[in-house]
């Protein structure tokens, strides 16, 4: 079964303006991945955040994970028309070998 | 410097033929995945190999056999094509182990549609 689940499915902003996606997830994790792809291209990793941490930036990215809520969310500030893609949150738990339980993707378009 | 190859890019075949997709990865990484990923673009993990090992097989048809040759390469042979084997396939590696994040690096996909 979908371990994540995004929100919105899909996000349709400005240039300039924030983005902000969140994921819910269902079991117990050991780390949470955001990852993105463009169109007809493979997944590229964002960022990691572990269980036992809270936020964590990466660039224009800003990450937070709430375990007691099992959601995460991710802001990405001042969007470029670069940044129109489809995000994933991905979930991995401490037995699982590396195995990611993937949500259905949040798909952002940046107008110039 | 391509750090996850797949080919082919796209493959259109008929029903019941057999095909094969190939992956290398140049990472050094000791773990390779095949992930599918449907029309709505959910992405299912199929198998997981570490050091040439099967490790994960979540429950796939047996029409699906993964091959590892060696850690850096991880093919996929798909007998009997069905309508519903049309999808994208991601080959992917990490290097997993205690204190590893395990962020995944994947291939730019295969593009597979069944006639």
């Known amino acids: 079964s979908q371990q994540g689940e995004e929100d919105p499915q899909a996000l349709s902003i400005q240039e300039g303006e924030n983005a902000t996606m969140n994921c819910s997830y269902k079991?117990?994790?050991?780390?949470l991945q955001w990852y993105r792809q463009n169109s007809g291209r493979g997944l590229v990793h964002l960022i990691l955040?572990?269980?036992?941490?809270r936020e964590k930036h990466s660039g224009r990215l800003r990450v937070t994970l709430d375990t007691s809520k099992k959601s995460s969310s991710l802001l990405i500030t001042a969007s470029r028309a670069a940044d129109t893609a489809s995000y994933f949150c991905?979930?991995?738990?401490?037995?699982?070998?590396?195995?990611?339980?993937f949500g259905a993707g949040t798909q952002v378009v940046v107008t110039p | 410097d391509t750090a996850v190859s797949q080919t082919p890019k796209y493959l259109v075949t008929q029903m019941g033929n057999d095909k094969s997709i190939k992956c290398e990865q140049n990472?050094?990484?000791?773990?390779m995945y095949w992930y599918k990923q449907d029309s709505k673009k959910f992405l299912k993990i199929m198998f997981s190999?570490?050091?040439?090992?099967?490790?994960i097989n979540e429950t796939v048809p047996n029409r699906f056999s993964p091959k590892s040759p060696d850690k850096a390469h991880l093919n996929l042979h798909i007998n009997s094509l069905e309508l519903g084997d049309s999808a994208v396939y991601f080959c992917?590696?990490?290097?997993?182990?205690?204190?590893?994040?395990?962020?995944?690096?994947f291939g730019p996909g295969t593009r597979l549609t069944v006639l």
């Open positions: 991905a979930t991995s738990t401490t037995d699982s070998w590396g195995k990611l339980q």
């Open positions: 079991t117990s994790i050991n780390n």
């Open positions: 955040i572990r269980s036992n941490e």
């Open positions: 990472l050094g990484h000791d773990t």
């Open positions: 190999y570490n050091n040439k090992e099967l490790i």
């Open positions: 992917a590696s990490s290097q997993v182990g205690a204190g590893v994040g395990n962020e995944q690096f």
